[in-house]
């Protein structure tokens, strides 16, 4: 059994007005991610996971942020066709991990939301799928709301 372990970490600044996409859901908020798709650092972090795991680099090689064709696409589709891509190679998902860093708003109530709608895209069940935030106790960019951070682990397996 070949087994294989993928971080990923994502980073976005925060501006008012901008829509506030995490895990695939979008959340309420005066602040938004600045981005050249919808900014969701969770799906970014998990989708670099993925991607390292199978040494294949980042989510900006498959979809460079100088391309038209990503301008303000929906996360979820990335997610998906990094699926797509660990499929290919062989692999499964095993499970996903991954902690989003911000200050406010409180993620609490969104938890199950993102980890049912994480699943779905990954064809996991959602017991794979797990989902935490944490605030940085008002420290570093995350806590002055400047930004928005997301780190994520996953483990991949091919039955040999």
């Known amino acids: ?37 919808d900014g969701d650092v969770a799906i970014h972090a998990i989708c670099d996971a993925l991607l390292g795991a199978l040494a294949l680099g980042d989510i900006g ?3 460079p942020d100088t391309s038209a064709e990503f301008k303000g696409i929906d996360s979820k589709i990335l997610l998906r066709r990094v699926c797509d891509v660990v499929e290919q190679e062989g692999y499964s998902i095993s499970n996903v991990d991954c902690t989003i860093a911000m200050q406010r708003p409180k993620l609490r109530p969104h938890i199950d939301t993102m980890r049912a709608t ?42 040999v």
């Open 1 to 37: 059994m070949d087994i294989r372990v993928g971080h990923g970490y994502d980073v976005h600044a925060l501006a008012e007005g901008l829509p506030l996409f995490l895990g695939g859901v979008k959340i309420e908020h005066t602040k938004g991610c600045v981005a050249h798709s």
């Open 61 to 63: 090689k498959l979809f």
């Open 118 to 159: 994480l699943a779905e895209v990954m064809g996991l069940s959602v017991d794979r799928v797990s989902v935490k935030a944490t605030t940085t106790e008002r420290l570093g960019f995350e806590g002055r709301e400047e930004g928005v951070s997301t780190h994520a682990v996953v483990l991949l397996i091919k039955h």
